[in-house]
């Protein structure tokens, strides 16, 4: 079975301070990884994924992840954080539907 | 492009009575939609697999003769909660399988409270 666990349920960071949030994943095959972000009473946006190729993976709004399968891990980080960028974050691992971490909510302070 | 959409985005029913949720692929064909529940501050937790001419397949703990899903054709699926009571009130979420990218495509999310 495939799972992944979010490490943190809630982060908290200053605006312009580096963006981490953990990610691991349990697979018994080459796992397909995603991030999202869900903002308020709104449906998920996909930040990232990863499928195959080159481990590190660039998306949108500036947030990268690096796949470390000897780490088993696919951390997301941002190098300078936004306001904007406050919000649920969730890891998920594709397999038959997505399974999902239990998300991590950022806070940004001013 | 690969868009999903919900219909409605949110209902308030009474309970007892029956709530009926479309998802929609609008510009791709889905031989499987995937719908999902999410309760408030928490992740989404998948409650069954539909699958286009075939009966659904359910997770473990989700009650199919509450949730009926149907997937009559390669763009449309959907969700009946049936007899709703004030625990089914969550936010439920499909998505489409889009071959040959390895992701799946989200609807906006339907908001349901039942009183």
């Known amino acids: 079975a495939q799972s992944v666990t979010q490490l943190g349920s809630h982060v908290s960071v200053s605006e312009g301070a580096l963006v981490l949030l953990r990610c691991n994943y349990s697979s018994s095959v080459p796992p397909y990884l995603f991030w999202y972000v869900q903002y308020p009473n709104q449906g998920l946006q996909l930040l990232l994924k990863?499928?195959?190729?080159?481990?590190l993976v660039k998306g949108i709004n500036g947030f990268e992840a690096e796949f470390k399968k000897s780490e088993t891990s696919f951390h997301l980080t941002k190098p300078s954080a936004h306001m904007s960028d406050a919000a649920e974050y969730f890891c998920?691992?594709?397999?038959?539907?997505?399974?999902f971490g239990a998300g991590t909510r950022l806070t940004v302070k001013p | 492009g690969a868009v999903v959409s919900q219909h409605p985005s949110w209902v308030i029913c009474k309970s007892g009575t029956s709530v009926k949720i479309e998802c929609r692929s609008l510009d791709f064909q889905a031989t499987t939609m995937f719908w999902y529940r999410q309760f408030p501050k928490q992740s989404l937790m998948l409650m069954a697999t539909?699958?286009?001419?075939?009966?659904?397949?359910?997770e473990q703990g989700v009650e199919k003769d509450k949730f009926l899903i149907n997937h009559a054709s390669l763009t449309l699926s959907t969700l009946t909660v049936t007899s709703a009571h004030p625990e089914d009130s969550s936010f439920y979420i499909c998505?489409?399988?889009?071959?040959?990218?390895?992701?799946?495509?989200f609807g906006p999310g339907t908001r349901l409270t039942v009183l």
């Open positions: 990863y499928t195959t190729g080159a481990t």
């Open positions: 998920a691992v594709s397999g038959r539907g997505m399974r």
């Open positions: 539909s699958n286009e001419g075939s009966k659904a397949t359910y």
């Open positions: 998505s489409a399988d889009k071959r040959p990218y390895n992701e799946q495509f």
